[in-house]
């Protein structure tokens, strides 16, 4: 059995083994599993059964998830999406009145057309279109978000209303806990201790008890009901004409962010070759069929994240760690109290949602996919400016497919204007009109 699957997943080859990869696909499920309850607690907003999405969300990351091993054997995991959530909820649901039912079939929609365009050469020509310096720079860019988005959970970064952001109260317990596993899981880290970011995790929550942060809500519990959501999709509904602009706006943040986030962790895991990703064309599928498995269970665009760069950087080189990942998912509808207590989020006094467990974890990933940036050539401005503008708005605007769009715009524009368009691929050119008409679209809702 250990040969067959080490024989399945090219574990020699990539050079890993079994243990790295099951460390490492816990260490990405503990990384994301706040998804499990910011996820229903965002959409059950709309009035959806708060159960029921939760159930959706831990169901559709396990079959996407496990689909990324299986069929494409890259550690990478998948779940319902931050922003397109928020997107969903927010915008189409509560500001534009239109049912969860029939948000859901836009999903759907959606989620088919991606499938079509990745059936298509046309999915690895745009992942193989990304200027290299762009490329360094989604890494970067990545990293720098994850990063961000671990200050913040950890305490350490609050809201400013004149400086937009500034430090935290650093004697509170919450970032007291979080520098305390930062500093941990570094030590461990620098140490070459084998699991250290699952260990780190481990340790801060072990600490979180005895701080009081984190609580004991028990082991095991029945899995809630799907049924409420399952099918409750409203696809006629969806194909209203008034709606396609809806359907184009989620099809474009799935398909960019998903680009953006496989040119990240592409550049961390070493999985490109010779500037391009193999497989690419495999794992947009995945995403597209996870989008259409998340529609049908009730939950809004099913994508990859970025927290796989934890499992990652503990390890992770093949789908092994992905089959881990989406098994954890599914044992998290039997354990949820156990994974409420790791990965749910602590109520901080200003009535912010901290998650100082997972932070140091995403502080230290973020700080990893920094290395991509001696790649890029500082000394031409013309490759340097774009990426630069993608490093910094991704964080900024908290927004991969921001970041991307940011990249490819300016890139087309300063080859355009400077001499250059000879050695830019008529494909950036047609992607920058389309991330301008994105804008355009998203200003028009």
């Known amino acids: 059995m250990i040969k067959i699957t080490e024989g399945f997943f090219k574990l020699k080859e990539f050079n890993t083994d079994i243990r790295t990869e099951v460390m490492a696909g816990l260490t ?6 706040y998804i499990i309850f910011v996820n229903p607690a965002m959409i059950s907003q ?9 159930a959706a969300t831990c169901i559709s990351a396990a079959v996407a998830t496990i689909m990324m091993g299986l069929y494409v054997n890259y550690p990478i995991a998948l779940a319902p999406g931050m922003g397109e959530n928020a997107f969903f ?12 039912q029939v948000a859901l079939g836009c999903i759907f929609i959606e989620g088919l057309i991606f499938v079509m365009l990745t059936l298509t050469k046309m999915r690895q020509a745009i992942i193989d279109a990304i200027p290299a310096s762009i490329r360094y720079g989604i890494a970067c860019g990545i990293g720098m978000l994850i ?3 671990g200050l913040i959970d950890a305490g350490l970064i609050v809201k400013h209303p004149s400086t937009l952001v500034t430090l935290g109260d650093v004697t509170s317990l919450p970032v007291i ?35 009081g942060i984190v609580k004991y809500h028990g082991l095991v519990s029945l899995p809630p009901s799907i049924a409420p959501t399952f099918l409750k999709m409203d696809i ?26 496989l040119a990240g962790v592409g550049e961390l895991g070493g999985f490109m070759r010779a500037g391009k990703l193999p497989r690419a064309g495999k794992a947009m599928f995945t995403d597209a069929v996870g989008t259409c498995v998340g529609a049908l269970c009730g939950t809004p665009t099913v994508t990859r ?55 140091p974890a995403l502080i230290i990933v973020g700080s990893m996919m920094m290395s991509s940036i001696v790649k890029i050539d500082w000394k031409d401005y013309s490759e340097t400016i774009p990426a630069f503008l993608v490093i910094i708005t991704m964080p900024l605007t908290f927004s991969i497919a921001t970041g991307v769009a940011i990249g490819f715009i300016s890139y087309a524009v300063i080859k355009l204007f ?14 920058a009109i389309l991330f301008i008409l994105r804008f355009v679209y998203l200003k028009a809702i």
């Open 89 to 100: 909820t927010y915008t189409v649901c509560l500001t534009m009145g239109i049912s969860w």
């Open 147 to 149: 990063a961000f988005v």
């Open 305 to 359: 994240y970025i927290e796989s760069a934890a499992g990652i950087a503990s390890g992770a080189r093949s789908g092994l760690s992905s089959i881990i990942t989406g098994l954890a998912f599914l044992l998290a509808l039997f354990f949820s109290p156990l994974v409420k207590m790791i990965g749910g989020g602590y109520q901080a006094a200003g009535g912010s949602i901290l998650h100082p467990v997972t932070a």
């Open 418 to 431: 400077t001499g250059y368009k000879q050695e830019v691929s008529w494909l950036v050119y047609l992607l």
């Open 28 to 33: 990405t499920f503990m990384a994301m599993a």
């Open 177 to 211: 806990l979080a520098t305390s596993g930062l500093i941990i899981t570094s030590i461990l880290i620098v140490k070459k201790i084998r699991g250290a970011m699952l260990w780190g995790i481990l340790a801060t929550a072990g600490i979180g008890i005895i701080l």
């Open 46 to 54: 709309t009035g959806m059964d708060f159960g029921s999405a939760m």
């Open 236 to 261: 006629k509904g969806a194909l209203n004409l008034g709606l396609l602009t809806i359907i184009f706006v989620f099809l474009f943040m799935d398909i960019f962010d998903t680009v953006g986030t």
